[in-house]
């Protein structure tokens, strides 16, 4: 089997992420790493064991032999990274949210359909299994018409005035931090899974550390919890903390979610809750094997991952029999997997979200700031 080489651009938490799961695909192989400067791009690829390292990553787009590249860094540096990355020919993963305006997102998608290169969004949650039984269960019509969702995605780790995290600046980040970051994610979960699209809303957005104290040096996501009070520089803040959202879903579903970064003892909670007129669905990211089913006139019913009870389109994301969990990891694998089966065969079936959902999501972001700015609903 000849392996597809592939090369990271970014070495923070996600760059060990990606990593990671790449190579558990057996058919991809990791053979340069870039980042911002040669330092930096050394000790990751030391860490995972990859000799090619570099501080530019226009001399990896420049080699032929690479096939693919992900894009995992900061996100005003998303575009300038995937045109370039198009225009030498490489097929493109990128993080989300996909870029810091709806302008750049779309040049990207008609540059990525030019160019007939595999592109994809990492929405990665979408690929748990007993998410991927709810996205089955609605086809089926097991819930009936689609009235009510409902949910939220709550962190912690931005809740002290002493957190940081490049995220913060909407410089390096874009204008919406929680929304872009985490609010993405449940606006295209809840699209992908209902099959409906968000065509209308209503946001309110909060900040509520006006500043923060920078940490003097570089810090990795979701660390910088030990520093103390000399390693600090306060900082005015322009980006939000907590957002909530009314939402209207097609042409008569409705529904409302919150996200937040200040959320004390909430680690990683992603939830939606699905009703419809025949029964409803609640799930958490937290216990991700575990899918709740309500019903009216009859018991509810918990549902534990197990591939040989789900439909079979939901068993085939799960890699691992009844029993064994499949968490955050194994869901990044099987985005992975689809994507590079793509890149190796163009006839590949396209199911996994791509610059396309990458576009839809920076203009509910958009139509997000500006509701909130309005105070108003908007449509989308």
């Known amino acids: 089997m000849k392996k597809i080489k592939t090369a990271l651009i970014g070495t923070g938490f996600m760059g060990k992420v990606h990593a990671e799961n790449v190579r558990r695909l057996g058919n991809v192989e990791i053979v340069a790493v870039a980042d911002f400067a040669d330092e930096p791009a050394r000790k990751f690829g030391e860490a995972i064991g990859v000799e090619r390292t570099t501080g530019d990553y226009h001399t990896l787009l420049k080699d032929p032999e690479i096939d693919a590249v992900h894009v ?26 996909f870029t810091v305006t709806s302008e750049e997102a779309r040049e990207l998608v008609e540059l990525a359909a030019r160019t007939k290169l595999a592109n994809a969004i990492n929405h990665n949650l979408r690929y748990y299994p007993v998410v991927q039984q709810i996205r089955r269960m609605i086809e089926a ?10 949910g939220t995605y709550s962190q912690d780790w931005l809740l002290y005035d002493t957190d940081w995290n490049w995220r913060v600046d909407s410089k390096a980040n874009g204008a919406l931090r929680a929304m872009g970051d985490i609010g993405s994610h449940w606006m295209d979960m809840i699209q992908h899974l209902t099959g409906l699209k968000i065509t209308a809303l209503c946001a309110d957005l909060a900040t509520f550390h006006k500043t923060r104290k920078k940490p003097k040096g570089p810090i990795e996501t979701f660390a910088g919890k030990k520093l103390q009070p000399e390693d600090y520089q306060s900082v005015a803040i322009d980006t939000e903390d907590f957002g909530a959202v009314l939402v209207h879903l097609g042409d008569r579903a409705r529904g409302a979610f919150t996200v937040s970064q200040m959320s004390a003892g909430r680690k990683n909670m992603f939830t939606f809750d699905i009703y419809g007129t025949k029964a409803g669905v609640s799930w958490n990211q937290e216990r991700p094997d575990e899918l709740w089913i309500g019903q009216r006139n009859t018991p509810n019913g918990l549902i534990i991952k197990d591939p040989s009870l789900l439909y079979p389109k939901a068993a085939a994301y799960a890699d691992l029999p009844g029993g064994h969990s499949e968490g955050y990891d194994d869901v990044h694998k099987q985005v992975y997997k689809h994507f590079y089966a793509r890149v190796a065969d163009p006839s590949a079936p396209l199911d996994y979200p791509t610059f396309e959902d990458g576009l839809l999501g920076m203009q509910l972001l958009e139509k997000v700031l500006e509701s909130s700015k309005k105070n108003g609903w908007v449509t989308v």
């Open 72 to 97: 995992l860094t900061p996100n005003a540096l998303h575009y300038p990274m995937c045109k370039a990355a198009l225009n030498a020919g490489k097929h493109v993963l990128c993080e989300k949210p």
């Open 141 to 150: 019509g097991d819930l009936g018409e689609i009235l009510i969702v409902q």
